[in-house]
């Protein structure tokens, strides 16, 4: 299998591009404005994430975050513990031996592992279902390599 075209996107921006690039052939994204605060926040896990709102202080209405796992059975097994918790939550069919998604409705999101390489996807205005497939791409050709965080948010308005 090759590697994801996201080896060859160096930063945080040109991945993030790419990102909305897929999304924008699943789900409308005309409108919408970045407007996460940071490009990683979940501290100590090397993520990327990004959201998009109405405007910069808006709430988002579609987010993504991208990590990276080491273990591909282990991950799918805390997502199905953590999927237990949240009623509703139920696993997708997937035809490739290397995919797993989880989808929540209740949360409007899916969390998507494919190989080494987990996504989580939520939109607020979309049935989560129809996400699977925006994320395993996302996964499949953004993946989860090192980039140089380049991100600098807009100022919030006063």
């Given amino acids: ?76 097994e805390e997502l199905r513990y953590g999927g237990d918790l949240t ?8 035809a490739e031996a290397d995919e797993f998604a989880l989808v929540q409705p209740q949360l409007s999101s899916v969390w998507v592992v494919v190989g080494q390489c987990e996504v989580y996807l939520a939109h607020r205005d979309h049935s989560p279902d129809q996400l699977i497939d925006a994320a395993v791409e996302i996964a499949r050709t953004v993946g989860c390599a090192p980039y140089a965080d380049n991100y600098e948010p807009r100022p919030e308005p006063r």
Wanted: a negative charge.
């Fill in 87 to 94: 009623q509703g939550t139920y696993e997708a069919p997937r």
């Fill in 1 to 76: 299998m090759s590697e994801p075209a996201g080896d060859e996107l160096p930063t945080y921006t040109a991945r993030v591009a790419a990102i909305l690039a897929i999304l924008s052939e699943h789900v409308i994204v005309d409108g919408l404005v970045q407007n996460n605060r940071l490009a990683n926040p979940i501290e100590p896990l090397a993520c990327l994430s990004a959201s998009w709102g109405t405007d910069v202080a808006a709430p988002p209405i579609l987010a993504v975050s991208i990590h990276a796992v080491d273990d591909f059975a282990a991950e799918v």
